[in-house]
C-alpha cells in the first residue's frame, strides 16, 4: 500500500520533504475554522479575539502538543498497521481518555476532511487517489478502535482485544 508517512523519523530520513510542523497546522487551522464547535474542548488551545477570529498565537505549545500527537499517533498507527494488537490496543486506549476530555466518535470522524485536506496541500502531487485511499482507510482504521474505546471506557485494553 503507498502511504507517505508522517511520522517524525520518515521526516528526518527524508523520505519526504513536507515540513512536519506544516501539514500539522495546516490540518488543525482547517479543523477549527470549518468545524467551530470543537474550538471548546480547546480552551487552552484556541481562543477568539474580540473581531470574532481565532486567535491561534494564545497557546501554540498546546495546539502544538495535541496536534503533533495526533499526527504522531497516526505515524504510528501507519508504522503498526502489521501489529494489530498493539495499533488496536493504543486506539482503544487514546479513544477512552477522549470521552474524559467529551470528546464523542462523530467528532473524530469530522477530523478527517481537515487531515485529508492538509495532506493534500502539504504533499501535492504526492497525494495522488491511491495515496488519499490508503490514507483514509487507515483513518476510518483507527477511528473504529478509537470509537470502541470511547464506547467501553472500562474495557482492559491489554486482555480483551483482538
Ligand atoms: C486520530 C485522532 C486523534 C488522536 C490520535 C488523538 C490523540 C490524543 C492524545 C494522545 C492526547 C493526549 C492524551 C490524552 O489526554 O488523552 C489527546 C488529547 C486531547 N484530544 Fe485528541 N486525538 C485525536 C483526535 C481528537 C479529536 C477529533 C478531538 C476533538 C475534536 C480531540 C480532542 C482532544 C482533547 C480536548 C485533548 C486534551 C487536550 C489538553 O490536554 O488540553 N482529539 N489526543
Not at 477530523?111 to 504526492?126: A, F, I, N, T
Not at 470502541?148 to 480483551?160: A, S, V, Y
Request: charge should be positive; hydrophobic fraction near 35%; glycine fraction near 4%.
Amino acid at each position: 500500500m503507498a502511504v507517505y508517512y508522517t511520522s517524525r523519523s520518515r521526516y528526518q530520513n527524508k523520505r519526504f520533504c513536507v515540513d512536519y510542523w506544516t501539514i500539522t497546522r495546516t490540518c488543525f487551522y482547517r479543523f477549527f475554522e470549518t468545524e467551530p464547535d470543537m474550538k471548546a474542548l480547546f480552551p487552552k488551545i484556541v481562543q477568539m479575539n474580540e473581531s470574532n477570529q481565532l486567535e491561534w498565537q494564545m497557546d501554540r505549545d498546546m495546539l502544538q502538543k495535541h496536534a503533533v500527537t495526533v499526527m504522531e499517533g497516526l505515524g504510528a498507527a501507519v508504522e503498526s498497521l502489521e501489529d494489530s494488537d498493539f495499533l488496536n490496543s493504543v486506539m482503544v486506549s487514546i479513544g477512552q481518555t477522549h470521552v474524559r476530555r467529551n470528546v464523542k466518535p462523530q467528532y473524530v470522524k469530522k477530523l478527517w476532511p481537515s487531515l485529508h485536506y492538509g495532506l493534500g496541500v502539504c504533499l501535492g502531487d504526492h497525494y495522488n487517489k491511491e495515496v488519499s485511499e490508503a490514507w483514509r482507510k487507515v483513518y476510518i482504521y483507527i477511528s473504529a478502535q478509537m470509537t470502541r474505546g470511547m464506547k467501553n471506557p472500562n474495557l482492559k485494553t491489554n486482555d480483551e482485544l483482538s
